[in-house]
Structure formats: C-alpha cells, structure tokens
C-alpha cells in the first residue's frame, strides 16, 4: 500500500514537471533562446494549400521578410493543391521509415481531420504550442481554440488565424436586400434565377463546399447544437437523405444543370468574377475584401451572411514528427503570433484577410493595442455587419461527418 | 566476335539499368502495392481485392467504367484529329507561299509548350468567359457566358481533346515535315505525270510513303494522352473523371488502404495501354504489308 | 493545280496559324492587366502586378537599376524555380545523351540477337504511363532519402527522356557509315581525335534534336517532379500548375510566359535541325 502510493505520488510529481516542461519549451530544447539559436541560419519549409493567390502573397511578404531579417531563416514556401497532399507525403514518409529530423516538412498548415489524421497517427511534433512565447496571447479556454473539429488540440498545433464561411455577390449586379437569408431563401433565389449558382463540389480541394453542404444538415434538422460533440451516425442518417433530396431539387437550375461543379473555391471565384454565376463563397470574415484587393474579383463585390448555421473555425500549424528544421518551425509558429502580424493578416489592403488568431484582449504592449486598434479601423467596406457575423457563428463539427459527406455526395447527387 | 559481344553487353547495360531499375522496378513495386503487400502497415498477404475494388465495388464502378469510356475517347479523338491536321497541314505547306518560314515557325511553335501551359492558354480561349467568347460577345453572337458552348471542363472531354490537338499536331507536322522534305516531290511528279489526281497522289504515293512515321508517332501520342494527368487534371470535370486523375486520388488519400486501389488502378492503365498498343501494332502491321 | 483551291489551302494555313497563337496573344493580355474580366476583349486596367507579385519587377518608386538588382538578388520563387528548371534540363539532357551515344551507335549499327526485344524495352517507357511506376518508385525514393532532393528529380527524370534519345540517335547511327572512322584511324588519328573530327560532326545535327527532345521531356515534367521532389525541388511545371489553380488568371499568364520563352528560345535555334533533313526525326519510324 505504502509503495502503492509513494509510486502515485512520484508519477504526480513527475507528471507535474513534465506539465512544466510543456509549459516552457518545446521538447527538445531547453529554453526558448536555445530554439532561436538552434534556427539561425537554417530554413524552413512551410507546406500550405496555395489555393489563394492572396494568402500566398502574405505569407511570401509579411513572414518571409522578418523571418530573413529578425532570424536569418529563408521561408520556403511549397503550395499545395490541398492539405492531404502534405498529410499523404508524412505518411509515405513513415512508410518509408523515414525518423529523426530527416524529413522533407517543417510546416503544414491544417485543422480537423488532416490534423486527426497525423494526431492519431503519432506523426506530429509536440507539444509545442504553449511553449511559444506568444502563446500568451491565444485563447486556450475557448473550446474553439482547444478543440479542433470537436476534437482536443493538446498543444499539437498552434493557432494561426480564423474563418468564418459566407457569401459574396456583386453589387452592380444585385442587391443586398434581395440576397438569400437562409437555405430555404436559398432555394428560391436559385428557383427564380436558373443558371446563375453554383457550390464547389464537397471533396478533396473543396472543404468549402463540403461545409456549404455541412451547414444545410444544421438548417434542415432544425438547428446546430444536436450536432456539436462525438459522431452520430444514426442522426446523419435521419438527415442525409433530406440533404441530397434538396440538393437534387436545384439540379436543373443550378449552372450547367448541375453537370459538373468547380473543384475549388478559385474556379468558383473565376465564374464569379467572369459573370457566370451571380453568388459566390468566401472564408474571410472580411468577405469580399482580400478578393477584391487581388483584383480576381470585381471590385464592387459585397458579403452577406445567413442569418444562421455560418460555421466558422480556427486554422493551425502544425509540425511532422520527423521536421528537419523544427527549432525554425518553431520560431515561424511564434512570428505568427505577433500582434502587430496579426493585425496586418486582418487587413483586406493586406491580402490574407483571415480572422484573428489571438484574443486581442489578452495583448497589453503599447505597440500591439495600437496596432490592433489601426486594423479594427481598417477592415473595408466589403464585409459583412460583424454582428450579422457574429450571431450566425456555429462551431464545426466531428471530423468523421466530413469524408462521409463527401463521399455521399458524390454518391446522391453527382452520379445519381 | 567476343569482343563485339562484350561491346554489344557495355554499351547497352546503363541506359538497360536506369530503365529496369527505375522503370520496371516501380511498376513492380507498385504491383506488390496494388496486391495489398504494404509491410510498412504490417499488411503481407496478397490479394485482388484493389482490382476487384476498383473496377466492381459499388463504390468506384460506375467512376470506373466512365472514367474507361473517357480515356478511349480522349485518346482516340486526339491522335487521329491530331495526326489528321498535321497531315494537311504539312502537305499544305511545302508549298512556296507568302510568309511561309513565319507560319512555319508558328506550327511548330506547340512544340516546345509545356502541356499544363497549352492547357491553360485553352482555359484562357475557349472558356465560356474566355477569350472567344468575349469577340463573340462584342459581335453580338451571345449575350452571356452561358450561351458560348461548353467546350472547357465540359463531360464529353472537349477541352482535353482540344489541348492534345494543340499540343500533338506540332509533333505529327514535325515528324511528316521531316520524311516529306527527305522525300522531295519527285514521287509526285513522278505520279502526276502517270495522271494520277490530287487523291490518287495523295492515297497511293504519299500515304504510304509517310505511314510507318506517322504509325509510330501516333503510338506515342495515343499511349501518353491515355496516360497523362496535368492536362486532363486541369480540363477535366469532376465526372466523369480521365483514370489517371483517378488513379492519383486515390493515391493521394490519407487512408493508406486507398494506396492500393491507386496502384491498381495505374497498373491497370498500363495493362490497358499495352494491349491497345500491341493490337494497334499488328493490325498496322498488316495494313502497311498489304499495301 | 486549280488555282482558287491553292488559295483556299492557304487562307487555310493563315487562319491555323492565327487560332494557334490565340492562347500565346490571350497570356500577353492577361499578364498585363488587371481585371480583365468578361466581356472585356480589350483590357481596361493595364497592369504590372502580376509581375510584381511574382518579384520580377519592383513596386512602382522602386523600379531603379538598384531597385531591380535587389530585388532579383532576394531570390524569389520564379526565379528559383526558372535556374531549378534549367539546370535540371541541362544536366539530364547531357547525361542521357553521354548514356544513350554508345548504345544507339551499337543498336543504329549492329545486328544481333534480341535487338527488337532491347529496342522495345528501351522505348517502353515513353509507352506505359508515368503513374504507373512513379507511385511505385516514390516510397522506394523516400527510403533511400532521394526524395524531396534535387539528385533525386534528376534522376526519375532520366526515364522519360531516355527512350527520345535512344530512339532519335538509334535513327542517325541508322544511316551512318563508319567507314569514315577506319580510315581515319588507318591514317593515324585516334581515338578522340577521329570522335571528335569524323563522329560528331556526322551525328552532331542528330544530337541536337535528341538533346531537345530531352530537355523539353524534362521542362514540362510535372508529376514526377511533384511526387519525387516531395514539393521541395521547385520547378515552373510545379509553379504553374499550382498557380493555374489559385485563381489570379494574370498571375498565371506571367509565368507561363516564364516557362514558354525559354522553351521557344530553344526551338528558334534548332528549328534546322529539327524540320531539316537530318533524318533525326526518322528514328520514330523504327520503333
């Protein structure tokens, strides 16, 4: 019994220490100076979807330059078609036997079930994101913050920026007031306007469309909080055949008859800009505004939201288990934390143009309020009433409703 | 006689070795994969369940078979037109005519153009809001994107057929620009003067004097447009959908149990390439002797 | 002839050439301006901020000799992937032609048994598609740590491109007397001096088209490089294609630009060569 106990109290008392650990640094480093050494002079390879040319730009000026000047890291950043392809090359990595600090990937930007995927796969660094210096200023008791896709973070990534899901339309074409509120409105504006909508098809490149589709389970069952926590299988079922039921309804009436849908949100952007269709998606919350600035949509493009069931959701970084630059991971994940970085990424004239990633409250320095205060005055005219926003905000939910909505789409509604 | 052999057995062996070990060791290694013989997941038995998978389950048949139906067209439409414009384009130039060295020059210009940038300039000009559609526009012919017809991402593979013409024609007209001028014009002459028309010149002197080049140049454009994945990844739709594109997502797939199916599937269209080009082989074959 | 179907034949051959270089005239515009979106034929914002965002020209107030040496010298992403294209180009093109020289001279030259088994082997890459043994290969690469490595890329780039060069010198040695040797060696010549006086001049027109074919096969190469480089090993096949799916049309057109120009640059001077009656092209016909 006595032993019994001594045990116990010497596994608390290690665990607490090993929680210190966690605490300071990032394992394998013995303080955050060690890390800044360890990554001087090296570089750092940032696997990101490059999908939009406007978040490129950003990451290429606004990291790149510091990083050179403050570190003496070289940025390089390689695009990818979407995320998995970076998950997949880990994984191939693994197979191949591929330990130490000897693979090709410092740096993948990703959420939900890429990040479940790795995670559970016990392919990821970490945990690293506490142990940045600037950890200070995420939110870690916002179950948005500390979950991903419903599922718990643990310091395997850390935070980047936000995004909300919602609408764009062009107002030299239409109006604000005659915009869709709803899925049900939805229905009708495609009725009345046959040819003129489209959705990106839910699927690898496409996790916009997959969370347009998402978001009609919530509208259809009646709202989103049955939906929050652990996978249900029996109430996708109950639903899922509404859901394609009402997506065929449109069919006819959507471009192309429903022939074929854009593959990502670029081509969605291209048809919107080009007039071939009259709505288009957008991720930012300052909606129409990076688009606008990059010049790939028209520059009197506006954003409206649902009043309702707009998920939005934290995006992350996060770092492979055999990174051959960690210590300039590391210093990369912290750069992006940096208040005055963060309120440059909020900025439409910036490009990225993504939520916050850190809780703007939480930053006392002079120079960082000042600069959080600039930007809030700085957001354009091409978003979205933030209220509006705001109370149609809903989490995401369990990774698993996403590979099974895709491939059920395919399924009922494309090659029915 | 031995020492031939033995210049014979060096010569050959390093290009032997980079195209066994490389080549045929990855379409080997893939096989095993396509088996479900992954021993970095602890999977060693061997089986056909990818194969069967790919092509039958409920799943991925009707993709499958669709996907099939679209290669053997794609490739099919693209080599023959491709080789067909090249024909008359190469006969039709060999004559003297204003800025002939210019058109020339500009015919042969797809050559060197990268696939995925021919495919990208094809988006840029035939779109619905591409660039002849907007001269259509200004000219009153449609009022809307969506009046243009669909010749880009459309389902009949219009836009891939389309970029393998642009491409593959200035590789045909090379290649027959090549044999013609080697061959000079006395054939034909020589046949005017027997009073053989324009088709009979055509069918029985030229044809068969630049068949064999064409046969083996259409062999190589047939078995890479069956094959290839930038242009039809581009062009393509989402359904049906060219196998090679197919073929990379599943390998793309978190789920390394998909790794098999994408093997399968590639070795599959080496299969099917293989067989179409061993029958194209004899049956030109015999059509080249009979003539 | 008649002559009305003469004319016709060549309004013909005028119109080809103006529908083939529609996709050439459409990158100029595009790369040029700024929302040049439909139904606009004629762009009404000219721009350079696709080249600026690519970091080939600098922000306006800065475009100084200065200004654009500074910038070149950051080491952007185009410029990068343009030297990574290149010199892979090159250094495979030359080492596939070093490979392939004494085996097509054996195969242009002598008989012997299995030749039509070696010559089918040889060219049967340019026959099974890349997926099929680049999928297989990869895991193998990553093993032996070429992966994401630019040793790695120019090597899986050596098995499309070799078949082209066999093939097309296979071709030359086809019609290639080396009589010329022996005496040249009878006379007192030897051996690099007879190679380089009597051989190469013979096959030199040869090579050159041999050496382009391998060096556009290596140009455009996208898939392999994508997969083998593991992302890593940028190149404008790889810039593009993500480019192409991002969404800024200009953005596109500017680097396809990049990647054309080289490429045409190369034909304009080997154009002789290639359309010439070298006979190079000739070796197709031996497959």
């Known amino acids: 019994m006595k032993i019994k106990l001594k045990f116990l109290t010497l596994t608390f008392i290690s665990l607490f220490f090993s929680k210190l650990v966690f605490a300071e640094t990032a394992p394998g480093f013995n303080s955050w100076d060690d890390v800044v050494k360890a990554a001087d002079g090296g570089q750092v390879n940032v696997y990101m979807w490059g999908g939009s040319d406007a978040i490129n730009g950003f990451v290429d000026d606004f990291y790149g330059v510091p990083l050179k000047e403050k570190y003496n890291i070289t940025l390089n950043r390689v695009p990818l078609k979407g995320t998995v392809d970076a998950v997949n090359q880990v994984l191939s990595e693994k197979e191949a036997g591929v330990t130490g600090d000897n693979g090709n990937i410092d740096l993948i930007w990703i959420n939900g079930e890429n990040f479940w995927t790795l995670k559970q796969a016990n392919l990821l660094y970490g945990p690293f994101a506490a142990g940045l210096p600037n950890s200070e200023f995420v939110a870690w008791d916002n179950p948005a913050v500390n979950l991903d896709f419903g599922r718990p973070v643990e310091g395997m990534e850390s935070p980047w920026s936000s995004a909300q899901f919602h609408f764009m339309y062009d107002s030299a074409r239409n109006n604000y007031d005659d915009m869709p509120r709803s899925y049900a409105e939805l229905s009708n504006w495609i009725a009345e306007n046959p040819g003129r909508f489209t959705y990106i098809r839910p699927g690898k490149g496409g996790f916009v469309g997959t969370r347009f589709v998402k978001q009609i389970f919530f509208e259809l069952s009646g709202g989103h909080a049955q939906w929050v926590g652990p996978f249900n299988q029996e109430l996708y079922d109950k639903w899922a055949p509404e859901v394609w039921k009402l997506l065929n309804s449109w069919e006819k009436d959507l471009w192309r008859s429903g022939e074929t849908y854009p593959k990502d949100n670029a081509e969605m952007h291209s048809l919107f800009a080009n007039g071939e269709v009259d709505l288009d998606f957008t991720q930012s919350p300052r909606g129409a505004g990076p688009t606008n600035t990059a010049g790939t949509t028209p520059p009197t493009s506006r954003a409206f939201a649902f009043y309702e069931n707009m998920i939005g959701d934290f995006n992350y970084w996060a770092i492979p288990y055999n990174a051959p630059n960690k210590a300039a991971a590391l210093v990369y994940a912290n750069l992006v934390l940096e208040p005055e970085l963060q309120a440059a990424q909020v900025q439409p004239a910036n490009g990225f143009c993504c939520g916050w990633g850190i809780s703007t409250a939480k930053v006392t320095d002079a120079a960082g309020k000042a600069a959080i205060a600039e930007a809030q005055n700085n957001l354009g005219d091409a978003a979205e009433d933030q209220d509006i926003l705001a109370k149609a905000l809903v989490s995401d939910i369990a990774a698993e409703y996403q590979d099974l909505i895709e491939a059920d789409w395919e399924a009922n509604v494309l090659l029915k | ?291 | 002839m008649n002559n009305n179907l003469k004319k016709i034949n060549i309004y013909a051959i005028y119109l080809g050439a103006i529908i083939l270089i529609l996709p050439l005239i459409a990158f100029f515009i595009n790369a040029f301006s700024f929302r040049w979106f439909y139904p606009q034929v004629i762009p009404k914002e000219l721009s350079l901020q696709a080249w600026v965002r690519l970091k080939l020209i600098p922000k306006p107030g800065q475009r100084t000799f200065e200004g654009f040496i500074e910038l070149w010298a950051s080491n952007p992403t185009v410029i990068k992937a343009l030297l990574n294209s290149l010199s892979i180009g090159f250094l495979v093109t030359i080492v596939s032609i070093i490979i392939a020289l004494p085996a097509a001279r054996v195969l242009g030259l002598l008989n012997f048994r299995f030749k039509k088994l070696i010559i089918f082997i040889m060219v049967s890459p340019t026959i099974l598609p890349p997926i099929a043994f680049v999928l297989g290969l990869n895991i193998n690469f990553i093993s032996w740590g070429f992966s994401g490595n630019y040793f790695g890329v120019c090597l899986v780039h050596l098995v499309p491109i070799m078949p082209y060069v066999v093939l097309t010198m296979t071709g030359i040695f086809a019609n290639y007397n080396p009589d010329f040797e022996h005496q040249a060696r009878t006379l007192g010549a030897n051996k690099t001096r007879t190679f380089l006086l009597i051989t190469l001049p013979a096959i030199a027109p040869g090579m050159v088209v041999a050496a382009l074919f391998a060096f556009l096969v290596s140009w455009s190469q996208y898939l392999l490089t994508f997969l083998i480089g593991a992302g890593k090993v940028m190149t404008l096949p790889l810039l593009v294609f993500s480019t192409a799916s991002s969404g800024n049309p200009a953005l596109t057109a500017a680097i396809s630009i990049i990647f054309i120009f080289p490429a045409i640059l190369i034909l304009f001077f080997t154009s002789k060569f290639v359309s010439g009656e070298s006979g190079a092209t000739s070796g197709f016909g031996k497959i």
């Open chain 2, 1 to 291: 006689m031995g020492g031939e052999r033995l210049k014979i057995i060096l010569s050959l062996t390093p290009p032997l070795l980079i195209i066994f070990t490389l080549f045929f060791g990855g379409i080997f290694y893939g096989f095993l994969q396509s088996l479900g013989y992954q021993p970095a997941i602890g999977k060693y038995e061997i089986n056909f369940s990818a194969y069967y998978n790919v092509m039958f389950s409920e799943r991925y048949a009707k993709l499958f078979w669709s996907g099939l139906g679209l290669n053997l067209w794609v490739s099919f439409a693209s080599t023959f037109l491709a080789a067909v414009f090249a024909l008359f384009g190469a006969l039709a130039i060999r004559k003297t005519f204003f800025a002939k060295t210019i058109c020339n020059f500009i015919y042969s210009l797809n050559l060197p153009m990268p696939h995925l940038v021919v495919a990208v300039g094809i988006i840029f000009v035939f779109s619905q809001s591409g660039l002849l559609a907007r001269l259509a526009s200004q000219i009153g012919l449609i009022g809307s994107p969506g009046d243009f017809p669909v010749l880009v991402k459309d389902k009949y593979g219009l836009g891939i057929i389309l970029a393998y013409i642009w491409k593959e024609a200035a590789f045909f007209f090379i290649i027959l620009m090549s044999v013609l001028q080697s061959l000079g014009e006395n054939f034909e002459e020589l046949a005017q003067s027997l009073g053989a028309n324009r088709w009979q010149r055509f069918r029985y002197v030229i044809l068969p004097l630049v068949m064999p080049n064409l046969f083996s140049a259409s062999i190589i454009v047939f078995a890479f447009s069956f094959g290839a994945y930038e242009v039809p990844a581009l062009l393509g739709v989402i359904y049906p959908q060219m196998l090679p594109v197919m073929a990379f997502e599943f390998f793309l797939n978190p789920d390394l149990n998909a790794r098999s199916e994408g093997m399968a599937l590639s070795i599959i269209i080496a299969i099917i390439v293989m067989i179409l080009v061993v029958f194209y082989f004899w049956l030109t074959q015999a059509k080249i002797r009979k003539d």
